[in-house]
Structure formats: C-alpha cells, structure tokens
C-alpha cells in the first residue's frame, strides 16, 4: 500500500515537471502556433499525469478524479483547435522560417475553385 | 515522504503559474495572451487537486471541476470573438 502511495506520488512530480516544460515552451517558442502546441500538448499529459498520481496516491477518490481527467480529454485539444483556426483568420503573422501553410493553401484553392463554378 | 513529494510537485506547479504570467504580460497578440491564461487555469487545476490531498477534503475537486469548464468556456467566448462569429 505505501510502495503505491510512492508509486503515485512520483507520478504526480512527472506531471507537475511536464507542466513546468509547458510553460517553458510558452516563453521560447518564436510564434503563437509554436505557442499553441506547446503550451496545450504539455499541459494536457502533465494534468492527466497528475490526476492519476493522486488516483493511485488516494484510491477513495477515483470519481471525480475519473470525470476531471475525461473532462480535461475532452475539452483541452477542442480548445486549442479553435483558438489555432482563429489566430489564422485574424491573420496573426507565422514565424519567418515557416515552409509550409496547408491551411492557406487550401482556402486559395477553394476560392480558386469557387471562381471557376461561377 | 509522500507528502514531501507532492508538495515539490505543488511548487513545480507555481513556478508553471508564473511563467504563463510572465507570457501574458508580455505577449505581443491576443492569442499570446489567450494560451497564456488557458495553460494558466490548467495549471490551476492540478495545484487545487494536490491542496485538496494536502488537506484532505474531496470538495475542493468540485471546485476544479467547475473551474475547468469556465476556463474552457472563457477560452471559446474569446477565441469566437477574435473570429469574429460572436
């Protein structure tokens, strides 16, 4: 029982130091893209790893600590795609070593597209 | 012992808080700011459910629920907004 606690315990430092890589990522990274994906892919695995440290840490608990990591599951990337399709319609500027933009690319061929129909 | 590992955890955690501070104070967009305090409030998260071990009581995990959800919805409101779909 106590090697679980342990066990549980060191779970929950592996996802607060990924938590803590997260914000670190937040300050270094060159564009709000970059931002994006380090700020959210980072701190969504150090929550769900510190919910299921304290899941082993406090067995009692494992209701809601269930519902708070589906919850996080669910709302985290959702919230981050919409925030990502947002900063590109109001046109926040890409790093400068960008090489690719499939998003752009592809509103100019629908557009193309949509020229060609009419 | 367990209790001297999560409370370093806890303050991994705050150190995360503060730079996400840092980045909100700065950024040079909205969206800067916008993923400065969603990375913020999930940080939150997982500082109030290691309080609610540290002290014991199940209720504060109500409280991170309900936290989660209006971090997620302030998120969208703002995100539709700039979009201008609001």
Do not use: C
């Not at chain 1, 607060?16 to 060159?30: A, E, K, N, T, V």
Request: proline residues 2%; hydrophobic residues 55%; aromatic residues 8%.
């Amino acid at each position: 029982m106590e090697t679980l606690k342990l066990i549980g315990a060191f779970i929950t430092l592996a996802g607060s130091i990924f938590l803590l890589l997260g914000s670190i990522g937040l300050l270094r990274m060159p564009d709000s893209y970059n931002r994006i994906q380090a700020g959210t892919k980072a701190s969504t695995l150090g929550t769900i790893l510190s919910f299921a440290g304290l899941l082993l840490v406090m067995p009692g608990w494992w209701g809601k600590l269930l519902i708070l990591i589906i919850a996080v599951i669910i709302t985290n990337p959702v919230s981050s795609h919409v925030l990502a399709r947002a900063s590109h319609r109001i046109r926040v500027p890409l790093t400068r070593t960008t090489l690719v933009d499939k998003y752009q690319e592809e509103e100019e061929y629908i557009a193309h597209d949509q020229n060609q129909e009419t | 012992m367990v209790n001297t590992i999560l409370i370093t955890a806890l303050g991994f955690m705050m150190l995360s808080v503060v730079l996400s501070i840092v980045r909100f104070m700065k950024g040079p967009s909205y969206t800067d700011r916008v993923i400065a305090f969603d990375v913020m409030t999930i940080a939150s998260l997982a500082i109030i459910a290691v309080i609610a071990y540290l002290s014991g009581r199940i209720i504060y995990l109500d409280i991170a629920m309900v936290y989660g959800i209006l971090s997620f919805l302030g998120v969208l409101v703002v995100a539709r907004y700039l979009e201008k779909g609001l």
